[in-house]
């Protein structure tokens, strides 16, 4: 696609959800929520009065969408669309289960509801039970239900990588493999006409590298057709689901029936397709699909091999679509005759075990060598642990078919990969690493303390991240988990107690069932809860259900807990009349070291709720007048300050950084990012001065009658190859986005661009990424990550970022343009190591 340039006046943020012709820039998850519009409008033009209806749950990478069907509800009800989020995966998994069943009795004025679902991978593994029942009972005939699976591969953002394609297979729910945004939208509708044809749930990987990337879309909702198959004979009765329904005619359905249809749909409607060398010379097939076609491409360019020289060198790339179950007519096709087939696909080889098993049949002749994660010999070829990566396919093609014309600069550039991971690792280990860490003023940086003697158990939230803060803090458990392991654990260590860590999320989703667990084993444990007001760790949303500090003290002692406290930053706020459990004590949170030590002498369950808002929602909340803005400022005065550090142990605060001086390293309040919660001032010190009611005033010349210089007008590339712009920098900062406002002024100036935000924990003050390309065509735009020496430019904010073995692997010391801040960001390591020397 080659646009044509726009002006600032003609284009907005909401043309994303309100343009209905043409391209619109979005990102992964806001195509996810422009989908159900598109197909409300594909449904009202034939005369179908339908509604959707959205649940899940949130977890990386699909922390983020619920918050942006949240923010786009004047749309959506437009469309009749209801978003209501589950208390967990499998609860809302039941309430779509259900979207299904408004038919059944006849009591209702829509033909039909659409439905979609979402969870993170651990979310797919604790609903299969629903998901097998759900699915087997089937869908509507105008319904239809899409589940999204956000899958972290490389663990980012999670306690396990994740690959859910298996769950679904296991429950029979077919699997939708999208590259980029624009297939969110293109396999999101397909996924709905395949559901309520089949009569089965259809489900699409979502990963990070497509959800927190950005593009130009297409987004005429009648721009994909879907035809019905003329090679499949639909029974009298039809597939979808009904009432009453004995549970072995589900399954003869589901075995027979629906398998076959969903096949001949997926081959009727072209989802898996030859993408290169549809020539009669083929010798060569690489079979792809997902991300991986994207970096596949992306190799190729490497080596030279573009369209027209994969038609000469005999090469043929088949882009599989749905990747189960695996069309096999299609397959067949594009293998037969072919000498080797590579398989290239993220995690386990899902597609290899079934094209090995459907070309199995093949004539010797006919029937080509597969290989994919392992080589003929049984070496490691593409890893199934981590990720691939177009590095990593070169050494693959190089290995298999190196020797072949047309393939051996990949012979070279092995030479030139190995060469530069080989100085990448010689500086790794030399170089400070940017970790997550808890914000500045974070209630965790308190409420995850233990008394000397103790240990704490980690759980699922930010407060995970207490386990690398020499905290005693060690083996979390899975969501939902927390405590349980102790149960195991009791009867044979000698450890009589331990804390045990939950988030208010948590313990809403299904924290209280372990809790109620604990209490029924009788075994010797204090959960703390870590009541915050907001899920911070995916953004500051709130909880999904009514939750208050009163109504857990009344849960938890209705189950049985022997103890409980409160303890808050702020005890006045309780009124007197309050609606505690019978017996609830209160204190203030410098009173939490005397508290846990009384508790861990406590025989049974105990529960100390910390109650004090998440900082970052504090600081929200202030910037929108919805919190009063605290009255103290706190400075530090350079002069008596000796630069001992214990403020920092007392806050394990990163708003406390670094003051070189001729005396020494002293300290400095960085007042941008403080958040006033003041545990600075605990320290052993008498160098903190509180300001009441003053502001700090910005440093701004006024006086000088020098204008400002222009900049020249830059020579501008010329985009017929992509330019690849590499951004650096810390959670916060911006890093995102200025990637967006760089990805929108593309397509303003008439080009293409991808942009991918690699962000995990970044909000936490760790490491954050975008890489984005500009082209003149979208055609020449694959992999949205950018290739190791293959930056044009680095845009680094923060130098410890911009020097980790990752950055600098995008350079190539004779093409890279740089532009580095070269001032220092402490890490969350100057809070426990006050000397700690970055150079």
């Given at each position: 696609?080659?646009?044509?340039r726009?002006t600032?006046?003609?284009?907005?943020l909401?043309?994303?959800?309100?343009?209905?012709?043409?391209h619109?820039?979005m990102?992964g998850?806001?195509?996810?929520?422009?989908?159900p519009?598109?197909q409300y409008?594909?449904?009202?033009?034939?005369g179908?009065n339908?509604?959707?209806y959205?649940?899940?749950y949130?977890?990386?990478?699909?922390?983020?969408?619920?918050?942006?069907?949240w923010?786009?509800?004047n749309?959506l009800d437009?469309?009749n669309?209801?978003?209501n989020?589950?208390v967990?995966?499998?609860?809302?998994?039941t309430?779509v289960w259900?979207?299904?069943?408004i038919?059944?009795a006849?009591?209702?004025?829509?033909?039909?509801?659409?439905?979609i679902w979402?969870?993170?991978?651990?979310g797919?593994?604790r609903?299969m039970?629903?998901l097998?029942h759900a699915?087997?009972?089937?869908?509507a005939?105008?319904?239809?239900?899409l589940?999204?699976?956000?899958d972290?591969?490389?663990?980012?953002?999670s306690?396990?990588?994740?690959q859910?394609e298996?769950?679904?297979?296991a429950?029979h729910?077919?699997v939708?493999?999208?590259a980029?945004?624009?297939?969110?939208?293109?396999?999101?509708?397909?996924?709905?006409?395949?559901?309520?044809?089949?009569?089965?749930?259809?489900?699409?990987?979502?990963i990070a590298?497509?959800?927190?990337s950005s593009?130009?879309?297409s987004?005429?909702p009648?721009?994909?057709?879907?035809?019905?198959?003329?090679?499949?004979?639909?029974?009298?009765?039809g597939?979808?689901?009904?009432w009453?329904?004995p549970?072995?005619?589900?399954?003869?359905r589901?075995?027979e029936?629906k398998h076959?249809a969903a096949?001949?749909?997926?081959?009727?409607?072209?989802?898996d397709?030859?993408?290169?060398?549809s020539?009669?010379n083929?010798?060569?097939?690489?079979v792809?699909t997902?991300?991986?076609?994207?970096d596949?491409?992306?190799?190729?360019?490497?080596?030279?091999i573009?369209?027209?020289e994969?038609s000469?060198?005999g090469?043929g790339l088949?882009?599989?679509g749905?990747?189960?179950p695996?069309?096999?007519?299609?397959l067949k096709?594009?293998?037969?005759?072919?000498d080797?087939?590579?398989?290239?696909?993220?995690k386990?080889?899902?597609?290899e075990?079934?094209?090995?098993?459907?070309?199995y049949?093949?004539?010797?002749?006919?029937?080509?060598?597969?290989t994919?994660?392992?080589?003929?010999?049984?070496?490691w070829?593409?890893?199934s642990a981590?990720?691939?990566?177009?590095s990593?396919?070169i050494?693959a093609?190089?290995k298999?078919?190196?020797e072949?014309e047309?393939?051996k600069?990949?012979n070279?550039?092995?030479?030139?990969?190995k060469?530069?991971e080989?100085k990448?690792?010689?500086?790794?280990?030399n170089?400070?690493?940017?970790?997550?860490?808890?914000?500045?003023?974070?209630?965790h940086?308190?409420?995850?303390k233990?008394?000397?003697?103790?240990?704490?158990?980690?759980?699922?939230?930010?407060?995970?991240?207490?386990?690398?803060?020499?905290?005693?803090?060690?083996?979390?458990?899975h969501?939902?988990?927390?405590g349980?392991?102790?149960i195991?654990q009791?009867?044979f260590?000698?450890?009589?107690?331990?804390?045990?860590?939950?988030?208010?999320?948590t313990y809403?989703h299904?924290?209280?069932?372990?809790?109620?667990?604990?209490?029924?084993a009788?075994?010797?444990?204090?959960y703390?809860?870590?009541?915050?007001?907001a899920?911070?760790?995916?953004g500051g949303?709130?909880?999904?259900?009514p939750?208050?500090?009163e109504?857990?003290?009344?849960?938890?002692?209705a189950?049985?807990?022997?103890?409980i406290?409160?303890v808050?930053?702020?005890p006045h706020k309780y009124?007197i009349n309050?609606?505690?459990?019978?017996g609830v004590?209160?204190?203030?949170r410098d009173?939490l070291d005397?508290?846990?030590?009384?508790?861990?002498k406590?025989?049974g369950?105990?529960a100390?709720?910390?109650?004090?808002?998440?900082?970052?929602e504090?600081?929200r909340r202030?910037?929108?007048?919805?919190?009063?803005?605290?009255?103290w400022?706190?400075?530090i005065?350079?002069h008596?300050c000796?630069g001992?550090?214990?403020?920092?142990?007392?806050?394990?605060c990163?708003?406390?950084?670094?003051?070189e001086t001729?005396?020494?390293?002293k300290?400095?309040?960085?007042?941008?990012?403080c958040n006033?919660?003041?545990?600075?001032?605990?320290g052993?010190?008498?160098?903190?001065?509180?300001?009441?009611?003053?502001k700090i005033?910005?440093?701004?010349?006024?006086n000088?009658?020098?204008?400002?210089?222009?900049l020249?007008?830059?020579d501008?590339?010329?985009?017929?190859?992509?330019?690849?712009?590499?951004?650096?920098?810390?959670?916060?900062?911006?890093?995102?986005?200025?990637?967006?406002?760089?990805g929108i002024?593309?397509?303003?100036d008439g080009?293409?661009?991808?942009v991918?935000?690699?962000a995990?924990l970044?909000q936490?003050?760790?490491?954050?990424?975008s890489?984005?390309?500009?082209?003149?065509?979208?055609?020449?735009?694959?992999?949205v990550r950018?290739?190791?020496?293959?930056?044009?430019?680095?845009?680094?904010a923060?130098?410890?970022?911009?020097?980790s073995?990752e950055?600098i692997a995008k350079i190539?010391?004779?093409?890279?343009?740089?532009?580095?801040?070269?001032?220092?960001?402490?890490?969350?390591?100057f809070?426990?190591?006050?000397?700690?020397n970055?150079s």
């Amino acid at each position: 696609m080659e646009g044509k340039r726009l002006t600032l006046t003609s284009i907005t943020l909401d043309d994303k959800y309100t343009v209905n012709q043409g391209h619109v820039y979005m990102t992964g998850t806001q195509a996810l929520v422009r989908l159900p519009m598109m197909q409300y409008q594909r449904d009202l033009k034939v005369g179908l009065n339908t509604g959707c209806y959205i649940s899940g749950y949130r977890g990386s990478p699909l922390g983020g969408y619920d918050k942006a069907l949240w923010q786009a509800k004047n749309f959506l009800d437009k469309h009749n669309i209801y978003f209501n989020p589950g208390v967990n995966e499998d609860l809302a998994a039941t309430a779509v289960w259900g979207t299904q069943q408004i038919g059944l009795a006849g009591d209702t004025n829509f033909d039909g509801v659409f439905s979609i679902w979402y969870g993170k991978g651990p979310g797919v593994d604790r609903s299969m039970d629903v998901l097998k029942h759900a699915n087997t009972a089937g869908s509507a005939k105008y319904g239809g239900v899409l589940a999204l699976a956000g899958d972290d591969h490389i663990c980012a953002s999670s306690t396990l990588p994740h690959q859910s394609e298996y769950d679904f297979a296991a429950a029979h729910i077919p699997v939708l493999n999208p590259a980029g945004v624009q297939e969110f939208i293109d396999y999101g509708l397909f996924g709905w006409a395949l559901s309520r044809y089949s009569g089965l749930w259809c489900s699409m990987v979502c990963i990070a590298e497509t959800l927190d990337s950005s593009a130009i879309v297409s987004i005429n909702p009648h721009r994909l057709q879907f035809v019905e198959p003329i090679d499949y004979k639909m029974p009298v009765n039809g597939l979808n689901i009904r009432w009453p329904d004995p549970p072995m005619d589900q399954e003869s359905r589901l075995h027979e029936l629906k398998h076959d249809a969903a096949l001949a749909f997926t081959r009727a409607n072209n989802i898996d397709k030859e993408i290169m060398g549809s020539g009669t010379n083929k010798k060569i097939g690489i079979v792809t699909t997902g991300k991986a076609y994207l970096d596949v491409r992306q190799a190729l360019d490497e080596i030279g091999i573009n369209d027209l020289e994969a038609s000469k060198i005999g090469l043929g790339l088949y882009k599989v679509g749905m990747v189960w179950p695996l069309e096999p007519s299609r397959l067949k096709e594009f293998s037969q005759g072919l000498d080797e087939v590579l398989v290239v696909e993220e995690k386990r080889g899902l597609l290899e075990d079934q094209i090995k098993n459907i070309l199995y049949d093949l004539k010797d002749e006919d029937r080509p060598v597969v290989t994919g994660k392992k080589d003929l010999t049984g070496n490691w070829q593409l890893k199934s642990a981590g990720e691939i990566d177009p590095s990593m396919i070169i050494k693959a093609i190089s290995k298999r078919f190196g020797e072949i014309e047309g393939f051996k600069k990949a012979n070279e550039l092995v030479k030139k990969i190995k060469s530069n991971e080989a100085k990448i690792s010689l500086i790794s280990s030399n170089i400070a690493e940017r970790s997550p860490y808890f914000c500045s003023g974070c209630p965790h940086n308190t409420s995850t303390k233990v008394p000397e003697g103790s240990r704490a158990i980690a759980g699922i939230g930010c407060h995970y991240m207490a386990q690398w803060m020499d905290r005693a803090t060690e083996s979390a458990h899975h969501m939902g988990g927390e405590g349980a392991g102790w149960i195991g654990q009791a009867p044979f260590v000698n450890t009589k107690h331990v804390f045990q860590n939950i988030g208010d999320g948590t313990y809403y989703h299904s924290g209280i069932l372990a809790i109620r667990a604990a209490v029924a084993a009788k075994v010797n444990i204090t959960y703390k809860i870590l009541y915050n007001d907001a899920v911070a760790m995916t953004g500051g949303q709130p909880m999904d259900g009514p939750l208050s500090t009163e109504k857990i003290t009344q849960q938890v002692a209705a189950e049985g807990v022997n103890k409980i406290a409160v303890v808050s930053d702020e005890p006045h706020k309780y009124p007197i009349n309050n609606r505690f459990a019978p017996g609830v004590t209160i204190h203030h949170r410098d009173e939490l070291d005397c508290v846990q030590r009384e508790f861990r002498k406590i025989e049974g369950v105990s529960a100390i709720i910390y109650d004090q808002v998440c900082a970052t929602e504090k600081r929200r909340r202030r910037k929108r007048g919805t919190l009063p803005k605290a009255n103290w400022q706190v400075v530090i005065n350079p002069h008596i300050c000796e630069g001992c550090g214990d403020c920092g142990i007392a806050s394990n605060c990163l708003s406390l950084h670094p003051l070189e001086t001729e005396l020494g390293r002293k300290r400095v309040i960085d007042q941008s990012s403080c958040n006033m919660d003041y545990s600075c001032i605990k320290g052993f010190c008498p160098s903190f001065v509180l300001i009441k009611g003053g502001k700090i005033k910005n440093k701004i010349n006024t006086n000088s009658e020098e204008k400002p210089k222009l900049l020249p007008e830059p020579d501008k590339p010329d985009c017929d190859k992509p330019y690849s712009i590499y951004v650096t920098g810390i959670g916060g900062m911006g890093i995102v986005t200025l990637s967006a406002i760089i990805g929108i002024s593309a397509k303003i100036d008439g080009k293409s661009a991808t942009v991918l935000d690699k962000a995990g924990l970044a909000q936490k003050y760790g490491a954050v990424t975008s890489h984005i390309k500009i082209a003149n065509d979208s055609n020449v735009l694959h992999a949205v990550r950018i290739a190791n020496n293959a930056a044009n430019l680095v845009l680094g904010a923060d130098l410890i970022v911009s020097a980790s073995p990752e950055s600098i692997a995008k350079i190539e010391a004779d093409t890279t343009k740089a532009i580095i801040n070269s001032s220092q960001t402490v890490t969350g390591d100057f809070t426990r190591n006050p000397d700690i020397n970055y150079s």
